[in-house]
Nanobody, 115 residues
Framework: QVQPVESGGGLVQPGESLTLLCTQA????????ISWYRQAPGKERELVAS???????RYADSVKGRFTISRDNAQNTVVLQMSSLKSEDTAVYFC?????????WGQGTQVTVSS
């Protein structure tokens, strides 16, 4: 069963960095588009960053210049590097993998930015 798995969440202070990983089993990982979403309490889920199977990346305006998404298909992994974190980045971060019109969601990982 296709299921992305997130890891790397935690508690950090404002201004610090954190790296999230999204992994997915299977030999066809390189054919999936991968996206990171986040959902803060009381808010809708929003797109944070995405990377297509060809390597094209996109970012939400709120994270441009602070977050970097990359992929290593040999390791079946997408990395979201987050720096200069702010309290408003606090949310559950979800990984979504997409093949064609089918989406697969992970269970999410909590990121808390607080002093």
């Amino acid at each position: 069963q296709v299921q992305p798995v997130e890891s790397g969440g935690g508690l950090v202070q404002p201004g610090e960095s954190l790296t999230l990983l999204c992994t997915q089993a299977g030999s066809l990982f390189g054919r999936f588009d991968i996206s990171w979403y986040r959902q803060a309490p009381g808010k809708e889920r929003e797109l944070v960053a995405s990377i297509e199977r060809g390597g094209t990346t996109r970012y939400a305006d709120s994270v441009k210049g602070r977050f970097t998404i990359s992929r290593d298909n040999a390791q079946n992994t997408v990395v979201l590097q987050m720096s200069s974190l702010k309290s408003e980045d606090t949310a559950v971060y979800f990984c979504k993998s997409t093949w064609g019109r089918v989406d697969y969601w992970g269970q999410g990982t909590q990121v808390t930015v607080s002093s």
